[in-house]
């Protein structure tokens, strides 16, 4: 299995600022996902990031908001833009084992005042 | 369309008591059904899966079983502890090279 990390951890913004956060994998990898998980809610899927190509956007989800970075193949940064506290949420990474497994960081918690 | 659903929660037990949580799913193919673990205060960990049908999938107690004449893949575990106290999700993952698609997460509370 893979291990990821990010960074930061949990973070405290205010409104109108912007957060980027970072997913590292110990191993080279095709495909990273990023998630966002709203307080007491599932996972949603807000886009996938090949290396080398423009990640692409689940409905709901747009690059303005979202930029994502796929420099190389284990790492990749979520931005969070113009955040308002609607964007308070658990933003995770992943990466796809073996057998269509997910593998997934540990989250940052981010908190939108 | 692909979709997870699990029994509602939360679900509150005492020691020792038996688990079952249930999860059905609608997908076209064969696809592959998996359990994750989200602990209080941390990350998703992948707790159990299965990639066809009649394989059981086991770990740290828990088992599950892919039923494809029901689609279902419900947990079970004979002993629940406290330290199992978690929110639970039962996900697919129809296509390799895509994201997998998850349940609402069923919140398990056990009490001594």
């Known amino acids: 299995s893979a291990v990821i990390s990010q960074k930061p951890s949990r973070d405290i913004c205010q409104r109108g600022t912007s957060l980027t956060i970072q997913c590292q994998v110990d191993s080279q990898v095709t495909m990273m996902f990023w998630y966002r998980q709203q307080p007491g809610q599932s996972l949603t899927l807000i886009a996938t990031?090949?290396?080398?190509?423009?990640?692409?956007?689940e409905s709901g989800f747009v690059i303005d908001k979202f930029p994502i970075s796929r420099p190389n193949l284990t790492f990749s940064t979520l931005t969070v833009s113009n955040m308002s506290p609607e964007d308070s949420s658990i933003y995770l990474c992943?990466?796809?084992?073996?057998?269509?497994?997910?593998?997934f960081g540990p989250g940052t918690r981010l908190t939108v005042l | 369309g692909n979709s997870v659903t699990q029994m509602e929660g939360p679900v509150t037990l005492s020691e020792e008591a038996f688990l079952t949580i249930n999860c059905t799913y609608t997908a076209t193919g064969y696809p592959s059904l998996f359990w994750y673990v989200q602990y209080p205060g941390e990350g998703l960990q992948l707790l159990l899966k299965a990639t066809k049908a009649d394989d059981k999938g086991s770990n740290k107690g828990f088992e599950a079983t892919y039923r494809k004449e029901t689609t279902s893949f419900h947990l079970e575990k004979g002993s629940v502890q406290v330290s199992d106290s978690a929110v639970y999700f039962c996900a697919l993952s129809n296509q390799a090279g895509t994201a997998l698609i998850f349940g609402k997460g069923t919140t398990l509370s056990v009490s001594s």
């Open positions: 992943s990466v796809e084992g073996l057998f269509d497994e997910q593998f």
């Open positions: 990031a090949n290396q080398g190509s423009e990640a692409t956007y």
